[in-house]
């Protein structure tokens, strides 16, 4: 079946660090891709998705590129606030049959000032 | 602000009984999601309806029901209560009963079981 892998967190780092969070998925099929954003006590919002190979999405200075070859959606962002502390939540939708999303088990960033 | 409501946002109730959460879909959207998060299990699909009808099924305990109305908003009923319940339940919509658009969840009810 369809799964997600999320590095495991948490993540911690400081203002203005370089921020990737890892995510590969197994799936048939072309599925889109997503990064859902938890932040304390809300829940998820979509940061930002990709339909097909090679794309790009981006959002809030974040990023991240469907690369069917090595199956990942990496999220990366070059300087990262403390209002980015959160948990982030890769997912993926596939194209055909089910179309209930497979969500990673989430990777909270912690981000010291 | 998603769009999508929830009530109660916060439930405090003893093992044994019975609640009923509630949630109102964004104006337009067909679809409806629950989910239940915790600690331990991560995100965890319930279960998925569109226009009323239930459209597709995941980890649902027998002891949770739930329904869509024709006014599109949906009740998740959770029964003989147990602590191991205790979680954040999330509602979330869509546009589509494919699911061919990303969902919009709401802000969740957090439920305590003692």
């Known amino acids: 079946g369809d799964s997600v892998t999320q590095m495991e967190g948490p993540v911690t780092l400081s203002e203005e660090a370089f921020l990737t969070i890892n995510c590969t998925y197994t799936a048939t099929g072309y599925p889109s891709l997503f990064w859902y954003v938890q932040y304390p006590g809300e829940g998820l919002q979509l940061l930002l998705k990709a339909t097909k190979a090679d794309d790009k999405g981006s959002n809030k200075g974040f990023e991240a590129t469907y690369r069917k070859e090595t199956t990942s959606f990496h999220l990366e962002k070059g300087s990262v606030q403390v209002s980015d502390s959160a948990v982030y939540f890769c997912?993926?939708?596939?194209?055909?049959?089910?179309?209930?999303?497979?969500f990673g088990r989430g990777t909270s960033l912690i981000v010291h000032p | 602000d998603s769009g999508v409501t929830q009530t109660p946002k916060h439930l405090i109730t003893a093992t044994g009984q019975r609640v009923t959460l509630r949630c109102s879909p964004r104006s337009g959207d067909l679809s409806v999601y629950w989910y239940q998060q915790s600690l331990d299990q991560g995100l965890q699909f319930l279960i998925q309806?569109?226009?009323?009808?239930?459209?597709a099924k995941g980890n649902i305990l027998e002891r949770f029901s739930a329904q869509q109305f024709p006014d599109l908003h949906s009740e998740l009923n959770l029964s003989s209560l147990e602590l191991g319940d205790s979680a954040l339940y999330f509602c979330?919509?869509?546009?589509?009963?494919?699911?061919?658009?990303?969902?919009?969840f709401g802000p969740g009810t957090r439920l305590t079981v003692t």
């Open positions: 979330a919509s869509s546009g589509s009963g494919t699911g061919g658009y990303e969902q919009y």
């Open positions: 309806y569109y226009n009323g009808e239930e459209r």
């Open positions: 997912a993926l939708r596939r194209s055909g049959g089910s179309y209930i999303p497979t």
